[in-house]
């Protein structure tokens, strides 16, 4: 059943050109990776992490090789198309938080919803939901300028799930945090992976994700170059303790 994997890449190459010369950015990439995993993409600095999270979130398109998405083969979508489709399955989470500095923590998770036919309670209800899941209901109100780093990025992860998408794709998602902050937000997207089943593909370089993560997916020089399972949370927490 299509279903089966959330992400299905079969064979896909990514080039890109630079003045006369082309980069190979991933070279004939095959992945699979099931419906409600937390899985991780590791790899040295210009690997192809990102350009592979890129593709699978349908914000850039393979040069060749087929992507199946939530069950759609994205790669032969219009851009009308795929942006209707990013919306219903697709939650971003960036580094660097990207929230609109003018608007509230409110507003700033409101704004997918402004895309859909709900109404302005129904949103209400869907944002204030998000921001309780993150654990920032008492910050509504705030500025981004008024959050610390670990706060902004739970309100750009409330602004992810909303729209209540089939996945989350993080790139780096605790590369600007300290510690405490990190370990904080890994273990909310652990919460968001066992808790509400989100398929969940994170880009990082950071060893402590390891731990929270069911699988870590090994690039190097635009090729997968392995997936190891590892060591679940569960082995170091108790089962079932969950929010
Ligand atoms: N838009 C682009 N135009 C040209 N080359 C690009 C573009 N995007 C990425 N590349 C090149 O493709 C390769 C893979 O880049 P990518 O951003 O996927 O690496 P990464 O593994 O995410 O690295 P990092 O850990 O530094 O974020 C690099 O050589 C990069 O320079
Ligand atoms: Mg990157």
Avoid at 95 to 112: D, K, S
Wanted: proline residues 4%.
């Amino acid at each position: 059943m299509a279903q089966e994997f959330a992400i299905d890449l079969e064979n896909v190459t990514r080039i890109y050109h630079r003045d006369d010369f082309e980069i190979r950015a991933l070279d004939e990439v095959t992945i699979r990776i099931p419906a409600g995993r937390f899985a991780a993409i590791m790899g040295p600095s210009g690997s192809g992490k990102t350009t592979l999270l890129n593709l699978i979130a349908g914000i850039d398109h393979a040069t060749s090789g087929r992507v199946i998405v939530g069950g759609e083969e994205i790669t032969s979508l219009k851009e009308k198309d795929l942006a209707r489709w990013r919306a219903r399955h697709i939650g971003l989470v960036f580094q660097f938080y990207n929230l609109i500095p003018v608007l509230t923590a409110f507003e700033n998770v409101e704004l997918p919803l402004l895309l859909t036919p709900l109404k302005k309670a129904e949103r209400r209800e869907h944002v204030e939901t998000a921001l309780r899941v993150v654990g920032l209901a008492d910050r509504m109100n705030h500025y981004p300028r008024q959050l610390s780093g670990g706060q902004e990025q739970r309100v750009a992860i409330a602004r992810a799930i909303v729209a209540d998408p089939t996945i989350i794709a993080a790139d780096e998602p605790t590369g600007d945090l300290d510690a405490r902050s990190a370990e904080e937000i890994l273990t909310l997207m652990r919460e968001l992976n066992r808790q509400f089943h989100k398929t969940i593909l994170m880009v990082t370089h950071d060893p402590r994700a390891e731990r929270f993560v069911d699988t870590v997916y090994r690039v190097d020089k635009g090729s997968l170059i392995g997936a190891d399972a590892v060591a679940q949370a569960e082995a170091v927490r108790p089962a079932g303790a969950g929010l």
